[in-house]
């Protein structure tokens, strides 16, 4: 399968919307995806089947000083293990590079080892954990970062 990874519009919100109340059990709603569009530094990536179809989304967000956060990543249920999740993180590590930031961060529920083991195999590693931070239900998130060295020999 070919994919590809393009910006976001306002026109993607209910793609995103499906994949988000499928994948979440405390969705965003249109209007987060609508101010995560409107925001500087914050950017929102579809990845498209060979048709065009939205099967998974990025949201990364620049914090001006040293990291680039992946607040939102999801894959459609029918296209996980495919490569998406995977694509999607290589175009983030691209945008941190092109912003030369030295890290790339993430949280992730603590019981979603599927997402664990591919961020452990793009090289992230946890650095701590937020209890109770995800609602429904109650559980920790394992803060995850990767680093990169930008340093000239």
Same mark, same amino acid.
């Given at each position: 399968?070919?994919?590809?990874i393009?910006?976001?519009?306002?026109?993607?919100?209910?793609?995103?919307?499906?994949?988000?109340?499928?994948s979440?059990p405390?969705?965003?709603?249109?209007?987060?995806?609508? =101010?995560?569009?409107?925001?500087?530094?914050?950017?929102?990536?579809?990845?498209?089947?060979?048709?065009?179809?939205?099967?998974?989304?990025?949201?990364?967000?620049?914090?001006?000083?040293?990291?680039?956060?992946?607040?939102?990543?999801?894959?459609?249920?029918?296209?996980?293990?495919?490569?998406?999740?995977?694509?999607?993180?290589?175009?983030?590590?691209?945008?941190?590079?092109?912003?030369?930031?030295?890290c790339?961060?993430?949280?992730?529920?603590?019981?979603?080892?599927?997402?664990?083991?591919?961020?452990?195999?793009?090289?992230?590693?946890?650095?701590?954990?937020?209890?109770?931070?995800?609602?429904?239900?109650?559980?920790?998130?394992?803060?995850?970062?990767?680093?990169?060295?930008? =340093?000239?020999?």
């Open positions: 399968m070919k994919i590809a393009r910006q976001c519009s306002e026109a993607d919100i209910p793609a995103m919307l499906e994949i988000e109340c499928a979440f405390d969705p965003w709603t249109a209007g987060m995806f609508r =101010s995560a569009l409107a925001q500087k530094g914050v950017h929102l990536y579809a990845a498209t089947d060979e048709l065009g179809n939205i099967i998974g989304y990025a949201e990364l967000y620049d914090d001006g000083y040293d990291c680039v956060v992946i607040s939102n990543i999801a894959v459609a249920a029918n296209h996980r293990r495919r490569g998406v999740g995977s694509e999607l993180l290589k175009h983030a590590e691209r945008q941190t590079s092109e912003l030369i930031r030295p790339l961060t993430l949280e992730v529920r603590a019981s979603n080892l599927a997402a664990i083991r591919l961020y452990e195999k793009f090289g992230f590693r946890t650095e701590g954990s937020r209890p109770g931070y995800y609602l429904h239900p109650r559980e920790d998130a394992e803060i995850m970062s990767k680093y990169y060295d930008y =340093s000239v020999c």
